[in-house]
């Protein structure tokens, strides 16, 4: 094979059927010339052209690779997700047959760097975030417990109703009202994650104690003395962080 491999360096590909876009060809091809070029035998060819198809489309890719005298193959495929070709005698056959499993997500999410597309939430929200999703990817293989363990992760340090969604490209449809001041999108290759909480006036205490925690106090009328007056308003910051509803707030400060 590493002759054959040898021989067939340098030449151009043909293609001889497709239904697949030209950005997928492009991209299976380039790296089939590359891999011909680095691979010693046919199995490292067609690893590599899977796996960066499967990095650069998305879904669950097929490769199948040999000698035009000696390939002969019966495969059903999605439309626009097949490709056929060959360099010199070498032939390259790619498809697509579904959906990647979730443990294979999460294993590709690993080894990608986290990028933050949008981001409105508190100071210290976002790089926790993005600490407990690393953490959660390499401890689960199901993108429902890595959403649950970012989500309690938020919560133990962060007060309020926080929701959260994670998915591929998230090619989904929601309709929902975020907090302005607690917002954030971010992924992890083709992993995204969403986390927000609603806007106060759909989420309640929760999300209203929440967003004071972070707003400086402002004094609308006083008549005790200054140290009084410090003492209620530090204290009352400080409980901002402890409490999810209204009455147990007003007790702690209260006490």
Same mark, same amino acid.
Request: charged share 25%; glycine share 8%.
């Given at each position: 094979?590493?002759?054959?491999?040898?021989?067939?360096? +340098?030449?151009t590909?043909? !293609?001889?059927?497709?239904?697949?876009?030209?950005a997928?060809?492009d991209?299976?091809l380039?790296?089939a010339?590359?891999?011909?070029a680095?691979?010693?035998?046919?199995?490292?060819?067609?690893?590599?052209v899977?796996?960066?198809?499967v990095?650069?489309?998305g879904?669950?890719?097929?490769?199948?690779?040999?000698?035009?005298?000696?390939?002969?193959?019966?495969?059903?495929y999605g439309e626009?997700? &097949?490709?056929?070709a060959?360099?010199?005698?070498?032939?390259i056959v790619?498809?697509?047959?579904?959906n990647?499993?979730?443990?294979?997500?999460?294993?590709?999410?690993m080894?990608?760097?986290p990028?933050?597309?949008?981001?409105?939430?508190?100071?210290?929200?976002?790089?926790?975030?993005?600490?407990?999703?690393?953490?959660?990817l +390499?401890?689960?293989?199901e993108?429902?417990?890595v959403?649950?363990?970012v989500?309690?992760?938020?919560a133990? !340090?962060?007060?309020g109703?926080?929701?959260?969604?994670? +998915?591929v490209?998230?090619?989904?449809?929601?309709?929902? !009202?975020?907090?302005?001041?607690a &917002?954030?999108? %971010?992924?992890f290759?083709?992993?995204?994650?969403v986390?927000?909480?609603a806007?106060?006036g759909n989420? +309640?205490?929760?999300?209203?104690?929440?967003?004071?925690?972070?707003?400086d106090?402002?004094?609308?009328? %006083?008549?005790v003395?200054?140290?009084?007056r410090q003492f209620? !308003?530090?204290?009352?910051?400080?409980?901002?962080g402890?409490?999810?509803?209204?009455?147990?707030?007003?007790?702690?400060?209260?006490?």
């Amino acid at each position: 094979q590493a002759d054959i491999l040898s021989m067939t360096r +340098g030449a151009t590909a043909e !293609v001889l059927s497709s239904t697949a876009s030209a950005a997928m060809e492009d991209l299976a091809l380039s790296t089939a010339k590359a891999a011909i070029a680095e691979q010693k035998d046919f199995a490292g060819v067609a690893e590599a052209v899977m796996d960066a198809l499967v990095r650069g489309v998305g879904g669950v890719w097929r490769c199948i690779v040999g000698l035009d005298a000696h390939l002969g193959c019966w495969v059903r495929y999605g439309e626009e997700e &097949y490709l056929e070709a060959r360099f010199r005698d070498f032939r390259i056959v790619v498809f697509k047959t579904g959906n990647l499993p979730q443990a294979d997500i999460i294993a590709m999410a690993m080894n990608e760097e986290p990028q933050v597309t949008t981001s409105s939430v508190p100071e210290g929200v976002e790089p926790l975030v993005l600490k407990a999703t690393r953490a959660a990817l +390499g401890r689960h293989r199901e993108l429902t417990a890595v959403a649950e363990e970012v989500k309690e992760e938020v919560a133990k !340090v962060f007060a309020g109703a926080w929701q959260i969604f994670v +998915g591929v490209d998230l090619n989904f449809g929601a309709a929902f !009202v975020p907090s302005p001041e607690a &917002y954030l999108e %971010c992924n992890f290759g083709k992993l995204e994650l969403v986390l927000f909480q609603a806007a106060a006036g759909n989420s +309640g205490a929760a999300s209203i104690i929440a967003a004071a925690a972070h707003e400086d106090a402002e004094i609308i009328k %006083c008549t005790v003395r200054d140290e009084v007056r410090q003492f209620a !308003v530090e204290k009352a910051k400080s409980e901002l962080g402890r409490h999810s509803d209204f009455a147990s707030l007003a007790c702690a400060v209260h006490e």
